[in-house]
C-alpha cells in the first residue's frame, strides 16, 4: 500500500487550500482514511477522520474550518482547510487503516503566514 499527499503550500491566514491523498495497492473497501499533522517541536495529532462509510470526525481545533471527504472509487481522501490560521501551520499525514494495518504517507506541508 502506498499513501501520496499532494495540495499543500503556503497561504496567508484566512486563505485556503485542498489537500489530497491517493491510496494504492491493496486497499479494502472496510477502512478509515485519517489526516494527522504534526508541527515543529508538537507531537503528532490527529485532525479528521473519516470511515469506509463517509462518517466523520474533527479534532476540536478544526470543527467547521476543515472538511474532511472521500472518493472510494479513486481510493482518496480529501482535507479541505478553510480560514486557515497560523496555528494550522504543520507537516500533514495521510492515514489508512485497514484490516488491523496502519499506513503512512510522507506528508505534505502547509504553511500559513502572511
Known amino acids: 500500500v502506498q499513501l501520496v499527499e499532494s495540495g499543500g503550500g503556503l497561504v496567508q491566514p484566512g486563505g485556503s487550500l485542498r489537500l489530497s491523498c491517493a491510496a494504492s495497492?491493496?486497499?479494502?473497501?472496510?477502512?478509515?482514511m485519517r489526516w494527522y499533522r504534526q508541527a515543529p517541536g508538537k507531537q503528532r495529532e490527529l485532525v479528521a477522520a473519516?470511515?469506509?462509510?463517509?462518517?466523520?470526525n474533527y479534532a476540536d481545533s478544526v470543527k467547521g474550518r476543515f472538511t474532511i471527504s472521500r472518493d472510494n472509487a479513486r481510493n482518496t481522501v480529501y482535507l479541505q482547510m478553510n480560514s486557515l490560521k497560523s496555528e494550522d501551520t504543520a507537516v500533514y499525514y495521510c492515514?489508512?487503516?485497514?484490516?488491523?494495518?496502519?499506513?503512512w504517507g510522507q506528508g505534505t506541508q502547509v504553511t500559513v503566514s502572511s
Open positions: 492515514n489508512l487503516f485497514q484490516r488491523a494495518t496502519t499506513y
Open positions: 495497492g491493496s486497499i479494502f473497501s472496510l477502512n478509515v
Open positions: 473519516i470511515t469506509s462509510g463517509s462518517h466523520t
